[in-house]
C-alpha cells in the first residue's frame, strides 16, 4: 500500500475587421467606431493579473495533451521497477528506462553528469516524471547499478528493491489511471456582465434578457442545454437539481458550464468560486475596455489559481481576450491579432483549447500542485 509522497528532492485561413468589412459596408460609422476601437485590447493591463498580449500572426491553437506515462512510455519499452520500502511498508514504486534519452537541448545539463535516464515514481498522489544521471559500468547487470544509485539518494530509513518480471505492473496501472494527467472533464464557469458594471455581486445577479441579449446564442454555439434533473452524464459537482445548465463534449472532454445567471447563490459560492477556469461574456460598448482588477478582487472567485477569457460580442462575432493569476506560467495558444473577429465556431475552438491548457498550467502551480501530480 503506497503512503506517501516522493522520497527524494528531484532534479526537476483568417480575417480582421478590415478585412471582413468591405464593399457597401466601409465607411459606416459603425465600421469606424470598431475599426478604431481595434487599437484598445479587449483586457486592460494591470499588475495584480497577467494580461495576454496579442500575436500579430494567427498561430494555430494546439491542445496540449499528456498521456499516461508509464502505459504510453514505459510499458512499450525495457524497463525496471524498484520498490521502496520504510518499516516493511511500500512508499513508492520507482521505473526506469534501460536505454538513455538520445541528446536534446532540454537535457544537456543531465547528460553532463553522465547519460540520462527517464525516470518515473508512483506514488499515492500519482506520478512523477524525472531524469537520473549515472555512467552505467556493466550493462548486463544494470538493475543492481540503479538499485545501488536509488539507495545512496534515498532518505534515510527508505531501501529500493528491484522487483523483477512483471509483478508490480497492475498496480502502477491502477494508480496512474487514478490520477491521469490526460484531462477528460472539466468544469467551466461563465458570468454574464452588462456595461460598465464593476461590481462582482451585480455580475452575479445578471439575467440576461432572452430576446435582447447576444448571451444566450453565444452560449447556445458553446454547448447544449441540459435538465440537470435527469442528466446522468458528467455533472460537474452539481446535485440533481431541478435546473437548467448547459453541457458539451470537445475532443473527447467533458465539459460542463457552471452558467451564473442559471444558478443560485449557494452555487456561487461552492461551484463558480472553486472553478479554475474562468469565462466573462462582457456585453459592453465596442470601444469599452474590460478591467479584470476592478471586477475580480483577488479573493472574490476563491484563492486557486485561474485561467479567465473575456468574449465580447460585436455586430458580426466576437472579440477574445485572455488573463490569469499572476503564479501561474504562460501557455499557448497565444492570442490572435487584436482585430480578429471569431465566428462562433472559431471561437469555441480557440477558447477552449486556451482554457483546456491553461487548466493544465494550473495544476502545475501553487496551491493545485501540492493536491495533484505535477506534470
Known sequence: MLNSGPLFTLHPSRKTTSQVFSGTLRGTQKIQELLMSCDAPVVKFTDKFTVESHSEE???????????????????????????????????????????????????????????????????????????????????????????????????GFLYHHIPGHRIISEIIAIEEKHRLKVTRMKVAVLYAKPYQTDLMEIFNNVPDVDKSQFWPWLDSMGQNIQLKDWTGYKGDFKDEDQDSYFTVWKGIDIMFHVAPLMTQEQHRRLIGNDICVVVFSENLDSEVFEPQNVIAMDALGTVPQVFCVVQPVSIGYWLGFFSRSNLKSYEPVPFPRDYIFSPADLKEHLLTKLHNGFRMAMSCPPMNRLFATP
Do not use: R
Not at 78 to 104: A, T, W
Not at 136 to 148: Q, R, V
Open 58 to 156: 494567427f498561430i494555430t491553437p494546439v491542445l496540449n495533451i499528456v498521456e499516461d506515462v508509464y502505459q504510453n512510455v514505459f510499458m512499450g519499452e525495457h524497463h525496471y521497477n524498484f520498490l521502496g520500502v520504510k518499516d516493511k511498508v511500500c512508499h513508492s514504486i520507482i521505473s526506469v528506462l534501460k536505454n538513455p534519452v538520445p541528446s536534446n537541448p532540454e537535457i544537456m545539463w543531465a547528460l553532463e553528469l553522465g547519460n540520462a535516464y527517464k525516470t518515473l515514481m508512483t506514488h499515492k498522489n500519482g506520478t512523477n516524471t524525472f531524469f537520473i544521471n549515472l555512467t552505467i559500468n556493466d550493462e548486463y547487470d544494470m538493475e543492481t547499478e540503479l538499485e545501488d544509485y536509488l539507495n545512496a539518494h534515498a532518505k534515510e
